[in-house]
């Protein structure tokens, strides 16, 4: 991901207004959500199996599209999420970039599929093919192996998916592992977003009322502030989220304005597709003033840096929204 510009926000604005016919402040006017949730009493996420999640998708190396991990990791999470979900399969797709084709797919992993209110869940599988911002030289041109940028978000919604198979909300859930999220250039947004844009047009299945996207959601010091595309999106959405993270005391979500970022969920809002993103935004463009936190699309995005508090705890957050709050509003 990127971070954003303000034609990026317009161009979203545009989509959006055009989409739903009004503006959001008459959505937000139309749908309170004043109502307080429900206590949670159903499973929670394991920590530790949320990240052995993430280690078992480091097994396989780099996970750079046309790269053997790539293709590896692919069978291994349809084969997972197959065990898990009612229905799951590939949405294979090819796109050049830079003069180079890639074979790729979103991974599709659906629970109720014959229900028609449904909740899009998503992350990147993918990895980026170069640590471009890594102080070494010598290591901007090798790939990296993306515990946090990938693995992080994908690692908590197979611990969701689990938890899904167990039991389940009112709405249907689409878990959908987006590829080819990171093969851009800095600075150019037309190689980024290879599987969004590809399913935004392509959507398989029954749409969504709403998705939510995670992305960098491992860091032990992690930090989810409200992201202005997501809030201009839906910002009832991201009202209600942070406000079960308040209500089990989490320390990851800060409630305050944090940067725009450029990522998948753009791309879903271009076409229609109301999605916030939960993400470490300071990792990005590595601006946060910690040292141990500047490791974004470098070498140093390993399991080091990784807590399986902080990704039980966004799962724990996830799950206690979908069975406790009203879905209605959104
Ligand atoms: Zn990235």
């Known amino acids: 991901m990127k971070n ?23 959505k937000d006017q139309e749908h309170s959500s004043s109502e307080s949730p429900k206590e949670y009493e159903g499973l929670l996420i ?8 993430i280690e078992d998708q480091l097994a396989f190396g780099p996970r750079n599209p046309s790269s053997i991990g790539h293709s590896e990791t692919m069978k291994y999470l349809l084969a997972y999420l197959s065990t898990k979900a009612d229905t799951a399969f590939l949405q294979p797709f ?53 515990a946090n940028d990938g693995a992080s978000g994908v690692a908590v919604l197979m611990e969701i998916a689990n938890i899904l198979s167990k039991q389940k909300p009112e709405l249907g859930i689409d878990i959908i592992l987006l590829d080819g999220e990171d093969l851009g250039l800095s600075g150019d947004l ?75 969920h753009v791309i879903l809002n271009q076409h229609g597709i109301r999605t916030i993103n939960i993400i470490d935004v300071n990792l990005v463009g590595n601006i946060d003033p910690n040292p141990r936190r500047q490791y974004w699309h470098t070498s140093g995005d390993t399991m080091v840096n990784i807590s399986s508090q902080t990704l039980a705890d966004i799962g724990n957050v996830l799950l206690e929204f979908l069975f406790t709050t009203s879905q209605d509003v959104f």
């Open 4 to 26: 954003t510009t303000a034609y990026t926000i317009l161009a979203l604005a545009i989509s959006l207004f055009l989409v739903n016919g009004c503006t959001k402040d008459q």
């Open 46 to 53: 394991s920590p530790d199996s949320v990240l052995k999640h």
């Open 94 to 146: 090819s796109a050049t970039v830079y003069g180079k084709t890639h074979e790729m797919a979103n991974i599709i992993a659906s629970f109720s599929p014959e229900k028609k209110d449904r909740v899009l869940l998503c992350a990147h599988w993918d990895t980026r093919p170069f640590a471009d911002e890594d102080k070494d030289e010598l290591l901007r041109s090798k790939p990296i192996l993306g």
């Open 190 to 264: 037309e190689g980024f977003f290879q599987g969004s844009k590809y399913l935004a047009v392509n959507y398989p299945i029954q749409k969504p009322r709403y998705g939510i996207l995670l992305d960098l959601v491992g860091d032990s010091q992690a930090e989810f502030r409200y992201e202005p595309v997501s809030k201009q999106a839906h910002s009832v959405l991201v009202d209600a989220v942070w406000t079960i993270a308040k209500k089990r005391n989490s320390p990851y979500f800060i409630h305050e304005n944090g940067n725009s970022v450029s990522d998948d």
